[in-house]
């Protein structure tokens, strides 16, 4: 027989651990490094062949030149070798990047009014309510 105290324990257990889980990974709290990932192809494609594996890339004012939708200077550090990239990314998705993503976008953007059809009031001028009481 089970002691009272320790019934359901795993399961308390797997949902204490979940939500810690969560509550890290929504806090913002970086539990292990994260790389971004940016779509960029060439501006020429040509340039793709002067790139070996394990070659260095520096990206000359990348979070700049994203902002300003401009082109991206690369300079490849084994070669000196110099070229133009660009983004692939909507005006949506770039102001998303450069927030740190979807979750920190949403929370520094004011909130809008709600919709009125969905308000709680029934929506404009009081018309459209939700409750039984206001269907014919």
């Known amino acids: 027989m089970a002691l009272p105290g320790f019934r359901h324990f795993g399961l308390k257990l ?18 292990a490094e ?55 990314l909507s005006p949506r998705e770039r102001d998303m990047l450069l927030a740190g993503g979807l979750l920190a976008q949403t929370a520094t953007t004011p909130s809008s009014p709600p919709h009125p059809t969905l308000s709680p009031s029934g929506g404009e001028g009081g018309r459209g309510s939700l409750s039984p009481q206001g269907r014919g």
């Open 34 to 88: 994260r790389a971004m990932r940016i779509p960029l192809e060439f501006a020429n494609p040509g340039d793709y062949d002067g790139i070996e594996r394990d070659d260095v890339l520096d990206f000359e004012d990348l979070r700049d030149s994203l902002a300003a939708g401009a082109a991206v200077g690369v300079a490849n550090q084994r070669t000196g070798a110099r070229f133009r990239m660009r983004s692939l």
């Open 14 to 31: 797997v949902a204490v651990a979940l939500a810690a889980l969560i509550w890290l990974l929504v806090s913002g709290e970086q539990i």
